[in-house]
């Protein structure tokens, strides 16, 4: 059984970020340059944390996970960690998380759904990762 | 092709957006404001240049570029129209954090870096479905999420900046005035010779937008139903000026009553033409000389100077003198601006609260739509004119070209 990967920690950003920039290629992210942190209330450590991803020309850049303040992004989604862990494991659609406002959006709404189509290809290399939550 | 890569300081409709922006921004600062929250339709369509059928808002910082907030569906039309840069036209969708009072009241905190000051908002009183003043709930729920922040009515900036009309909205009206002249010459073409047997109101106006959309007119924008059309009793009711055209087929001895709209651009057409249809008796071409003279004295006296009520005394003096007051309103005139901007006349200066003040005193480069309604329930008969004019110092300038007549056709 393959080990699994502690939701966030940095090994988890490491293998996020190896996956991300084999699978997507700038054509798969149709040349977009952005970013997008996702923010993490009531981690189970009672913690505040972030995920941040960046791409310039389509090209995977920064991704990188960490406690506290979260970096400028072009693009912020926040929420409390159980509602993050559910859409990872399949149980919760992020429209639905979004509609129902349990997840927040922060950014301009008319670029995020031009660019929607790219937060779910990012999102489904990342649902690849073995994770423990 | 968007607005945006035709329309150039050569070109005749050119307005200097940005120095709209700017007037507001001076006005702004010489009143202490901190940040400007426009929500009426008229404000919207006077800093955007771009038509906002939802509900739309837009913020302006006391420097920079403002933002425009519409509703989502309608976000990248808007953007394509508007002359501002695409990211400053945000679309609100029912979204964890994308509502519009908590993306309006985040872009003013964190994008803005407002918390503290005073914010400049659009409230008031308006006969006009579409005013968009701020609802209470709206009032509520921003105060709450910018609770640094004193909130104060001031539409009046922007009443006050939009009140004496440039070139570029000028030739707009102009324009539009141009296609409520195709319409009814498209109108008199269908009407004569026999032509209104079996033809319906709803026909009539189906006329004429067809002809004024080939023309180039964008929409029918009055919000009483576009082209009003009103044939027989339905000319009469009494102090009526609203005729949404309905099913009713023209009958002989009718009066007939063709008010069009047309818009270029957010400048606005609108022209009222009437017909009688034969027989006509001497009495039908009694109310109907009484309704050209009122119109007539209207025209030659608008200018620089004159105020509503001193038209409208001597008219309705005029109409005293010839026993016909009990069919004329006594009011001849509303106001007109960009898309949005169809009531009151001038500034809320007035006895009654957002309602044209009887004293204003018009000054050369105001537009105002010149309206006459002449009815007489009791014999159902009944006339309108109305006709975009332009103030100027010793006279007024019709935008229409179309006559002033009521003609008979049978």
Redesign the interface.
């Known amino acids: 059984m393959e080990d699994k990967l502690k939701y966030l920690s940095p090994e988890w950003r490491d293998e996020a970020y190896r996956r991300l920039s084999a699978e997507l290629d700038p054509e798969k992210m149709n040349y977009a340059t952005t970013s997008l942190v996702s923010v993490y209330h009531n981690c189970p450590d009672g913690k505040e944390r972030y995920f941040f991803v960046s791409c310039a020309d389509g090209a995977i850049g920064d991704v990188s996970v960490g406690e506290g303040e979260p970096p400028e992004a072009e693009f912020s989604i926040?929420?409390d960690y159980d509602v993050f862990a559910k859409m990872s494991r399949g149980e919760l659609g992020a429209q639905a998380?979004?509609?129902?406002?349990?997840?927040?959006?922060?950014g301009?709404?008319?670029?995020a759904?031009k660019l929607s189509s790219l937060a779910d290809r990012l999102n489904r290399v990342i649902a690849t990762i073995p994770t423990q939550f | 092709m968007g607005k945006k890569t035709c329309c150039t300081e050569n070109d005749p409709f050119f307005i200097d957006y940005p120095g709209r922006i700017k007037s507001i921004q001076e006005a702004m600062a010489n009143e202490g404001f901190d940040v400007y929250l426009g929500s009426r339709l008229r404000t919207i369509s006077w800093t955007t240049d771009a038509f906002c059928p939802w509900r739309s808002y837009i913020v302006i910082p006391r420097e920079g570029l403002p933002t425009l907030f519409t509703f989502v569906i309608d976000a990248s039309r808007v953007a394509d129209d508007t002359w501002l840069p695409e990211d400053n036209v945000r679309g609100y969708a029912p979204l964890g954090g994308q509502d519009q009072i908590t993306q309006i009241s985040d872009f003013i905190k964190d994008e803005l870096k407002i918390r503290k000051g005073r914010l400049a908002y659009e409230t008031g009183l308006s006969n006009y479905t579409p005013e968009g003043n701020l609802s209470q709930y709206e009032y509520e729920m921003f105060t709450a999420a910018l609770p640094g922040l004193e909130f104060v009515n001031a539409h009046i900036i922007v009443d006050r900046l939009s009140l004496i009309k440039d070139e570029g909205t000028i030739n707009r009206f102009r324009e539009a005035s141009r296609y409520t002249d195709v319409g009814h010459e498209a109108v008199r073409e269908a009407l004569v010779n026999g032509g209104w047997k079996g033809k319906t109101e709803t026909e009539i106006a189906g006329i004429a937008e067809c002809a004024m959309r080939k023309a180039g007119s964008e929409w029918a924008w009055s919000f009483t139903a576009g082209n009003e059309i009103a044939s027989g009793y339905r000319t009469g009711y009494a102090g009526g000026a609203c005729t949404p055209a309905t099913r009713r087929e023209l009958q002989p001895g009718d009066s007939l009553m063709v008010d069009l709209h047309a818009m270029y651009r957010l400048g606005l057409g609108d022209y009222a033409y009437n017909y009688l249809i034969a027989p006509v008796t001497d009495r039908m071409r009694w109310h109907a000389r009484n309704y050209i003279d009122v119109v007539q004295m209207c025209i030659d006296n608008y200018r620089e100077g004159i105020t509503p009520l001193g038209l409208a005394s001597m008219v309705m003096e005029m109409a005293e003198e010839r026993g016909f007051t009990d069919y004329v309103v006594p009011g001849f005139e509303h106001g007109i601006g960009m898309m949005g901007d169809e009531w009151r006349i001038g500034l809320n200066t007035g006895p009654i609260k957002y309602w044209t003040d009887p004293n204003h005193v018009y000054q050369a480069g105001e537009m105002l739509i010149c309206a006459v309604q002449y009815a007489c329930p009791e014999e159902k008969i009944g006339f309108r004119y109305e006709c975009p004019i332009l103030i100027r110092e010793n006279c007024c300038e019709l935008m229409a070209e179309f006559p002033l007549d009521v003609e008979e056709i049978d």
């Open positions: 926040s929420g998380a979004l509609m129902s406002g349990k997840l927040k959006l922060k301009n709404m008319v670029k759904l």
